[in-house]
């Protein structure tokens, strides 16, 4: 008895099955992994105000720093994705090794500039002297940790390229939980303070990227994949992740202009944009996580050799990306009038916040398209297009943000603006998803 032909709605139920499978645990993760930093201000801040000070010091230090990496979790993925495509796990693994190599090598190299300088960045950051002392402490003991932070993000990217985005989430709930307990532990119990709870980070971390090379290492002894260091694989998964470090620099330097212009026209200004900039970085992690799978499922259909497939998925993603990201600006929108008083209860606070928050709530559908296509091109080996167009795109939103302070409009034009930088974004993706340019297929690109 022959089989039925997939219908086009059979086709859209099987990616989207695909994309919830992946997207699901995906966002867990994601959401877990920020969770190291609020336990470590909700401990730290009993111990008062300048551990605390210096705490937020060193934290901002330390998470750009890793950003600034994050290539190593993308570049992975969509390497490694390619790879299952062709049916040849054993070189999927190993492209994956060559990514933890360099993750090492990159975070031997911070820690050996860390140490030295703490004292100088934490005084950069303008930290007073009451702060600075427990800020170059924790910042100290916490580059220990950064080699094994760098290792989970490759590591990430290894499994997310397998696709599997489940080990990532259990992993991120127990090293949340590590964390955690080690720094009530070392914090109160040892009697350690603030060094305590860097410590307690840096062990957690290492548990993790100990938990992440258990997987790869018994993944590649199954498929008989080197475990070695190859110079030209590390070198080649450097040269890949290159445009998306100029694209995450970018994309960085677009939220540091926001947030110098907004500390320009105020402290209610500055105080609402913070809030309403949290809130935009956790809709991001839903949105985020729709991405990623665009990224392990692009990487997989285009190494199966599959373009048609390629564009199919891709078009659904789509549409994914603007349902949620239309369902993401109506809950804020309905949900405002809860979580407002939650952050702040300063009336002028408030209502500088409100008419921004609209704006935001308005460009998520915009938003959700930007994530599901920077994912698509990332999974499709992208990458030198997407340095180029983020470029572009810092750009056009560096001149209008900067004039905002001399032509008014206060947090409210810094959010139009930050709209049009999506905006900006959009199009350029889009211009590219339509081009068809990204298509190359193959196990390697």
Known sequence: MTQAPATSRDVRRQHDREIVALALPAFGALVAEPLFLMVDSAIVGHLGTPQLAGLAIAAALLSTAVSVFVF???????AVARRVGSGDLQAAIRQGMDGIWLALLL?????????????????????????APYAITYLRISSLGIPAMLVVLAATGVLRGLQDTRTPLYVAIGGFAANGAL??????????????SAWGTVIAQCGM??????????GARRHGASLR??????????????????????????????????????DAEVAAHQIILSLWSLMAFALDAIAIAGQAIIGRYLGADDAEGARQVCRRMVQWGVVSGVVLGALLVVARPLFIPLFTGDPT??????????????????AGVVFVLDGVLMGAGDGPYLAWAMLLTLAVFAPVALLIPTLGGGLTAIWWAMTLMMSVRMA??????RSGRWIVTGATR
Not at 72 to 78: E, G, I, Q
Not at 117 to 122: D, I, N, Q, Y
Not at 349 to 366: G, K, R
Not at 428 to 433: A, D, E, K, Q, V
């Open 183 to 196: 720094n009530v532990g070392l914090v109160y119990g040892a009697g350690l303070g603030i060094a305590g």
């Open 428 to 433: 350029t993706l889009w211009l590219r998803s």
């Open 72 to 78: 190593l979790a993308y570049a992975t993925t969509a």
């Open 107 to 131: 975070g031997a190299a911070v820690v050996a500039l860390t140490l030295p300088t703490a004292p100088w960045l934490v005084d950069v950051f303008g930290a007073s002297d009451t702060a």
């Open 209 to 218: 990227a100990a938990a992440y090379l258990v997987v790869v290492v018994r």
């Open 229 to 266: 260091p190859d110079v030209a694989g590390i070198r080649a998964s450097a040269q890949a992740g290159v445009p998306l470090l100029v694209r995450t620099l970018s994309l960085r330097a677009v939220l540091m202009i926001a947030t110098a212009v907004a500390a320009r026209l105020g």
């Open 349 to 366: 606070v408030q209502d500088t916040l409100l008419p921004a928050l609209l704006v935001v709530a308005v460009s998520q559908p915009i």
